[in-house]
């Protein structure tokens, strides 16, 4: 989705890109409207999410995704699982790549432990926003091949959310146009090409821990109820 604006880039930080990518999105009021969820991919999305939550007065979650990766080919998705039981698979992948159902089902198992996990660590007594019949903006700090995004984009559509958007400061624009055909739209602050890695377009990459998450997601509750 192109826009008017032209931002100083490498972004000073997260913080930066969430304000750029938020004034990206209130140009496009058709996308925000509805009562938006606001969903981050953690760790990274987070302090993105935030300044867009809460200029739109939305609720704002994490959208807990583990890949499911082929036995041997860990890099490569036979599929995707997400809270609430959610399961998405790439039947072609596991047909072309001979997959069996037990080594299907201890893939499955094994990233169903670490879902949990990192839901409790992230998540503590909260419970997840349900996004049946919502509009979802899946916010990420950045895009590279697209593959978690796109395995969050299948788990959202599972979950029910009436349509998904996906927003991210930068992405090469080869991959916004893939995921622009199972997304209802993708909006990038930045589009640039060539593009090596998500870090090279931000000053300060440093990671984002589990503790920042977890004050992020506490302060949007507060600030919405």
């Not at 997260?14 to 140009?27: E, M, P, Q």
């Not at 860990?74 to 001979?98: D, F």
Request: glycine share 6%.
């Amino acid at each position: 989705m192109t826009h008017d604006h032209e931002f100083e880039v490498p972004f000073a930080d997260r913080d930066a890109a969430g304000a750029a990518l938020t004034t990206v999105l209130l140009d496009h009021p058709e996308l925000v409207r509805d009562a938006p969820v606001v969903v981050a991919l953690p760790r990274g999305g987070a302090p993105v999410a935030a300044p867009i939550a809460q200029a739109l007065g939305a609720p704002l979650d994490v959208i807990i995704v583990r890949k499911l990766g082929v036995p041997g080919r860990p890099e490569l998705a036979m599929g995707a699982i997400g809270e609430g039981g959610v399961r998405v698979l790439e039947h072609e992948v596991i047909t072309s790549c001979q997959v069996s159902a037990a080594q299907l089902a201890a893939v499955e198992a094994r990233e169903e432990l670490e879902l949990a996990r990192r839901a409790q660590l992230l998540r503590a007594d909260r419970t997840f926003v349900p996004l049946a019949g919502r509009r979802v903006l899946l916010v990420d700090d950045g895009i590279a091949t697209g593959s978690t995004a796109r395995a969050a984009i299948r788990v959202a559509r599972a979950a029910g959310a009436s349509s998904v958007v996906l927003a991210a400061p930068v992405a090469p624009p080869t991959t916004v146009t893939e995921l622009a055909q199972i997304a209802d739209a993708v909006v990038c602050a930045v589009t640039p090409s060539p593009f090596a890695a998500i870090g090279q377009w931000y000053r300060d990459f440093s990671p984002t821990t589990d503790a920042e998450v977890v004050r992020i997601l506490h302060d949007q509750e507060d600030f919405t109820r």
